[in-house]
């Protein structure tokens, strides 16, 4: 019912940026809020930023905060992570996955993908020091 395609990953120098792209196709895209996330070798994934269904209100990881920004065009189905300042720690698979709650995207823990209701397949961002 909702396909998520992620876009936009490569390998970058420690200090650039990088800008992911996640299309989403389904109705109703302005009902769901999105969030990022990212999974590193060998740990869990985990929350890195969100956005509710109209772009009001985002959310960061604390290790993100400042360097990172969430952004969503709804006319074109769209979300957004721009990165900037990467730091060789931030190499990882990004996620970006749609939910009807911002409160659940922005509490994601843990192993279980389930706990939100669709997710794309991944980004891979490698950052060189």
């Known amino acids: 019912q909702v396909q998520l395609v992620e876009s936009g990953g490569g390998l970058v120098q420690a200090g650039g940026s990088l800008r992911l792209s996640c299309a989403f196709s389904?109705?109703?895209?302005?009902?769901?809020?999105m969030g990022w996330f990212r999974q590193a070798p060998g740990k869990e994934r985990e929350f890195v930023a969100g956005?509710?269904?109209?772009?009001?209100?985002?959310y960061y990881a604390d290790s993100v905060k400042g360097r990172f920004t969430i952004s969503r065009d709804n006319a074109r189905n769209t979300v957004y992570l721009q990165i900037n300042s990467l730091k060789p720690e931030d190499t990882a698979i990004y996620y970006c996955?749609?939910?009807?709650?911002?409160?659940?995207?922005?509490?994601?823990?843990?192993?279980?993908?389930?706990?939100?209701?669709?997710w794309g397949q991944g980004a891979l961002v490698t950052v060189s020091s």
């Open positions: 996955a749609a939910d009807s709650s911002l409160v659940r995207i922005r509490n994601y823990i843990g192993k279980n993908v389930g706990q939100l209701n669709a």
């Open positions: 389904g109705r109703t895209f302005s009902s769901y809020a």
């Open positions: 956005v509710s269904g109209g772009g009001l209100y985002t």
